[in-house]
């Protein structure tokens, strides 16, 4: 079934970007294939159970009983994408139990029976082998949701709606179609649903509840476009998206549905076609809602056809862009991205039409004062600026007036709507003014602002948010002036705006407890939604980086706190994230898995920066047959979970290469391996990382383990001559990887920097710790050093200076970090002292005898 999938969507790519086949025939053939992947799968799996358990047997007709499987939203409607997952609903007519015919049948209840069928049918069709899936499926629209069971006998569908049938689930059941069973059962259901989802008057009840109904769905895209930027430029959720069509057919099938048995039609395009027909919308804004709506899904598709992911949001990588706009014909994704505006302006203007709330009469007063920005349109406008931006102080005229004429004369602002150009004229008008109030670098910090401007232009919930809150602003332009690296944070994540409202939360420590707290209700809430619950870690990680973020620009922080701060984070991060993902492993074996990160590098030693990767290991110990498939299946999703680029970004880049074996090694090992593989196969400079390792997150009965293997590894007797042979060895190596050809000093790489420095603590703590066993606490260079210095192994003073370069070096390094330096280099000058404290301990330590 897998490899039919691959083959049919290979040949509706084909056919699709060749122009053969129209939006039709995509939709169509991909819904179909569903339907019959279904009903292949569901058929020879119930062969398999009545074999096992018998028939089951309706109790009141004592009629063999058939599951029914629902086919709701774009396959309900026969409009799938070639990348949708599918929303189903099991359902049986009766209860009742099974009818064994020999005693090696074991007799289930009619539920128990479909309940295990679907779980089944589920796996069949959804678990990834090595040829890929056949499609995601989704259950969540099922009678109360995640919370609700897997089937619903017809009784239980019936009383839900009675009783519990929500307004939002009416629109759901619009679309409910039946892939499987006896038509006398489908007919039956029916009867069920229609009630519930058409009414058969039209009252000011109705209508009064569509209308709360729509409020509520525009103040949640506002607030989505304001949380969740991504969505203002996607094509199925964003304003004027596929979601506003469907939802403009949809409401009228609710009104007069009831009275129209027309109109009762699955499908959105047949849905718009009828209700141009009757006259019910004008046929030439049905033609062109339809054209909207062939014009978003061939877009959706193609998005969807750069990766075989159900994505809905254009890609970050302008190249990637590039190929989506040639694979809709368009030279240039500029013409794209107009074309695409125009469409949406109109969705969204049919919209707004049709759900017309009262508003009171507001005045839109213009700016009265000529604006810096906008004379940049005009035929003097060039000269106008300059002198403007003189008169307001600005210390690089003509880089700034070149680089706002850029901006304004960019396609990306030239096609806005008037009144957002206006709004993003206004807030760079006033922003000129706090540059000039806040910034010694004008332009640097105008540049910065300027990339982060037309970065949300399109995102109206932005600019409203920036223009009504002007110390919001204040601080936009600030950070931007503190930090490249901060600049091009917020750049890429514009939803952490809403951070800067509340100056005191902003400025509060951490409640690290609270966090995660809310952060594993967040992500019980999204069970079954792993894109949800990807996003949720994306979005609640940005948002406290975000505050720390600013408590350092602020200097508040120290750069050991902040790193602790975020070494912290990351901690709560990877335990969230390892929970949430063996949740999603069908085949686990116990509730809770018995599996451990093990931090190393930069979160081993908790001196994590804010764009860091994990250096990570994976341990279990469970005597389980199945343990070790589920745990390296929970390993390959944790990193998935992690590195994959969801509209919300990544979390952390992951680096395993210090596992076991290295590359060529598992990716998971049982601790009593791990124990083996240290104590007799590890390199010397295995040995050395371990020094900086600790237990991040998982099962805390391993942590205590872990420690244990660790201190008896640490405190292995070593022959000094050796150990200062092989030490050197690896820095060697380390030099010879990383050659610094510059005439500046690199605080890292550079001999008397920062490793050097690391590689004096490890030497120490591997050649002294079998006689000082303290000397195995995790606790950090600086601390280290002072304890060497305290047992009498190295000069106090000299030691003293050695922590003070390696903390001078943090500091150094975070502020090139900060500006977004690749490498931290400075002028030699500027470190002369600390590089000659490192030295001289390296030459007493390393250089002479053993």
């Known amino acids: 079934m897998r490899r039919l999938r691959n083959l049919l969507v290979s040949n509706l790519v084909t056919r699709d970007l060749g122009g053969q086949a129209d939006l039709d025939e995509v939709v169509t053939s991909i819904s179909e294939f569903a339907d019959f992947a279904v009903q292949t799968h569901l058929q020879a799996l119930m062969a398999d159970m009545v074999l096992a358990h018998g028939m089951p047997i309706g109790e009141e007709s004592g009629e063999p009983q058939q599951m029914i499987v629902l086919g709701m939203g774009k396959l309900g409607g026969m409009e799938l994408n070639v990348s949708s997952d599918i929303d189903l609903i099991f359902c049986y007519a009766e209860d009742g139990e099974t009818l064994t015919s020999s005693e090696e049948q074991r007799q289930l209840s009619n539920h128990e029976f479909f309940s295990r069928l679907g779980k089944k049918l589920i796996a069949a069709i959804s678990e990834v082998t090595e040829d890929g899936y056949s499609f995601r499926v989704d259950m969540a629209l099922r009678p109360n949701g995640a919370s609700g069971p897997l089937v619903a006998s017809f009784a239980m569908v019936e009383e839900y709606f009675m009783i519990q049938g929500r307004e939002w689930e009416r629109y759901a059941w619009v679309k409910a179609r039946a892939l499987t069973g006896t038509q006398s059962d489908i007919d039956a259901l029916e009867k069920i649903v229609r009630p519930f989802v058409y009414r058969r008057y039209l009252d000011y009840g109705a209508i009064d509840s569509l209308r709360s109904m729509h409020g509520q769905i525009r103040a949640e895209v506002i607030r989505q476009e304001t949380r969740h930027p991504e969505r203002s430029n996607n094509v199925k959720l964003g304003r004027g998206g596929i979601r506003e069509i469907e939802f403009l057919s949809q409401v009228f099938q609710l009104i007069r549905g009831g009275r129209e048995a027309a109109l009762r039609d699955r499908s959105t395009r047949s849905t718009l076609k009828i209700l141009g027909e009757k006259g019910i919308l004008e046929p030439l804004v049905v033609e062109k809602l339809l054209d909207s709506y062939s014009f978003l899904r061939n877009v959706e598709h193609r998005l969807q056809y750069l990766d075989d992911a159900q994505t809905h949001t254009f890609p970050a990588k302008p190249e990637d862009q590039q190929i989506i706009a040639q694979m809709m014909n368009y030279d240039s994704t500029e013409e794209l991205f107009a074309q695409l505006a125009k469409h949406r302006e109109f969705v969204a203007e049919q919209f707004d039409a049709i759900f017309k709330e009262k508003k009171s009469s507001k005045s839109h007063p213009q700016d009265e004062e000529r604006m810096i920005a906008s004379t940049l349109s005009e035929s003097d406008g060039h000269e106008v600026v300059e002198a403007q931006l003189i008169a307001l102080g600005f210390n690089d005229v003509p880089g700034a007036v070149q680089r706002l004429m850029l901006t304004w004369h960019s396609p990306r602002l030239q096609s806005l709507p008037e009144n957002s150009r206006n709004k993003l004229i206004a807030l760079i008008n006033k922003a000129l003014g706090m540059i000039v109030a806040q910034s010694a670098m004008h332009l640097q910090t105008l540049n910065r602002l300027l990339d982060f401007m037309e970065a949300i232009a399109r995102r109206a919930a932005y600019l409203a948010l920036l223009t009504e809150y002007p110390h919001a602003l204040e601080r936009v332009v600030r950070m931007m002036d503190s930090s490249d ?67 350092d620009l602020e200097g508040q922080l120290t750069v050991e706190h902040l790193a602790d701060a975020l070494s912290k984070l990351a901690d709560l991060i990877v335990s969230a994230t390892i929970q949430a993902a063996w949740q999603t492993i069908s085949t686990r074996h116990r509730e809770k898995p018995k599996f451990a990160v093990i931090a190393y590098g930069k979160l081993g030693g908790k001196e994590l920066g804010y764009a860091s990767d994990l250096d990570v290991i994976f341990l279990y110990d469970d005597d389980d047959q199945d343990g070790p498939a589920a745990y390296a299946k929970l390993a390959q999703r944790f990193i998935t979970w992690m590195t994959s680029h969801t509209p919300a970004g990544i979390l952390f880049d992951i680096d395993i290469a210090l596992r076991p074996d290295g590359a060529s090694g598992l990716l998971v090992s049982s601790v009593a391996s791990f124990a083996r593989y240290q104590e007799k196969s590890a390199w010397l400079w295995e040995h050395q990382a371990l020094t900086r390792a600790r237990f991040c997150a998982g099962e805390p009965g391993i942590e205590a383990q872990f420690e244990q293997i660790r201190e008896t590894v640490l405190r292995q007797q070593r022959d000094p001559q050796k150990l200062k042979t092989e030490v050197l060895s690896m820095r060697q190596k380390m030099r010879d990887a990383h050659p610094n050809r510059s005439d500046l000093f690199d605080l890292k790489q550079d001999a008397g920097g920062m490793i050097d420095i690391e590689f004096i603590v490890q030497f120490l703590v591997l050649k002294y710790a079998h006689q000082f066993p303290q000397l195995t606490a995790n606790s950090g260079n600086i601390a280290l050093l002072r304890l060497c210095a305290e047992l009498g192994l190295i000069d106090v003073d000299l030691a003293a200076k050695t922590a003070d370069a390696y903390r001078s070096f943090r500091k150094l390094q975070h502020k090139h970090r900060l500006q977004g330096d690749e490498k931290a280099r400075v002028t030699p000058e500027l470190v002369v002292n600390e590089v000659a404290a490192t030295q001289k301990l390296w030459g007493m330590l390393l250089e002479g005898e053993a």
């Open 485 to 551: 690296w901060a600049a091009k944070f917020l750049t890429r994540h514009p939803i952490l705006l809403d951070e800067l409202l509340d100056e005191t939360s902003l400025h509060q420590q951490p409640d690290w407890a609270a966090f995660a707290h809310e952060l594993q209700q967040q992500l019980d809430h999204a069970e079954g939604d792993t894109e949800r619950q990807m996003e949720t870690l994306r979005e609640m990680h940005h948002a406290l980086l975000f505050r720390l973020l600013a408590q």
